[in-house]
């Protein structure tokens, strides 16, 4: 599985944009782009993943560049509790594939 | 999202006794199941891949004796932690994953996970 890269860190401000970056570069054609996140001693959380198009659901959006060597999750209006650490993993989608975690986005979200 | 409940939330036990960790897969039937550790401040460290009715394939570094898995059902796996020592004090996740067609769609969802303390 292709490997991805992200910033350490990030903070943002309640009730603004969350823009959360992820190179993936070496990402082959059949490979998915998957977003987790891991709040405080919890299991890591699904939220969202994409193939080559741009994804919204309920709780982010997923934008993904043409040449898919990098992705941008949004959170449109983050609250406190949107305060984890986030996983950007690229996955094949066949056979036993399985998700390989690296080190992640720590985002801050304060008052 | 589908629903993977792991049970026990938190174990305390003595050296060289064995623990089981039970994942459940609520709302579909999971073709295939993963368990992970993670230590504090680290990442998640996936330990081993099972499918139903087969044997377990462990990562590189993990002791197969050690962490025995059974995934007898598609809708249940267990990890036992023999004869555990206080290195094998983690937080350990399982994952759940169903097909296509499941309630899952191909998605890998994650139990609240089980912390494990052994004195």
């Known amino acids: 599985d292709a490997k991805t890269t992200q910033p350490p860190s990030m903070d943002c401000a309640e009730g603004r944009a969350a823009n959360l970056p992820c190179n993936h570069s070496?990402?082959?054609?059949?490979?998915?782009v998957y977003w987790y996140r891991q709040i405080h001693s919890q299991g890591p959380q699904y939220i969202i993943h994409g193939l080559k198009n741009n994804e919204t659901n309920e709780m982010a959006s997923l934008i993904i560049t043409e040449d898919r060597k990098s992705s941008t999750l949004i959170l449109p209006h983050a609250t406190l509790r949107d305060t984890a650490v986030y996983y950007c993993?690229?996955?094949?989608?066949?056979?036993?594939?399985?998700?390989?975690f690296g080190t992640g986005t720590r985002l801050l979200v304060s008052p | 999202g589908a629903v993977v409940s792991q049970h026990p939330s938190w174990v305390i036990c003595k050296s060289g006794t064995s623990v089981k960790i039970e994942c459940r897969s609520l709302d579909f039937q999971a073709t295939t199941m993963f368990w992970y550790r993670q230590f504090p401040k680290q990442s998640l460290m996936l330990m081993a891949t099972s499918n139903e009715g087969s044997k377990a394939t462990y990562e590189q570094g993990v002791e197969k004796d050690k962490f025995l898995i059974n995934h007898a059902s598609l809708t249940l796996s267990t990890l036992t932690v023999t004869s555990a020592h206080p290195e094998d004090s983690s937080f350990y996740i399982c994952s759940a994953r169903g097909g296509r067609d499941s309630g899952a769609k191909n998605i890998q969802y994650f139990g609240a996970g089980t912390r494990l303390s052994v004195l």
């Open positions: 070496t990402i082959s054609g059949n490979e998915y």
């Open positions: 993993i690229v996955r094949g989608n066949t056979g036993f594939q399985k998700l390989v």
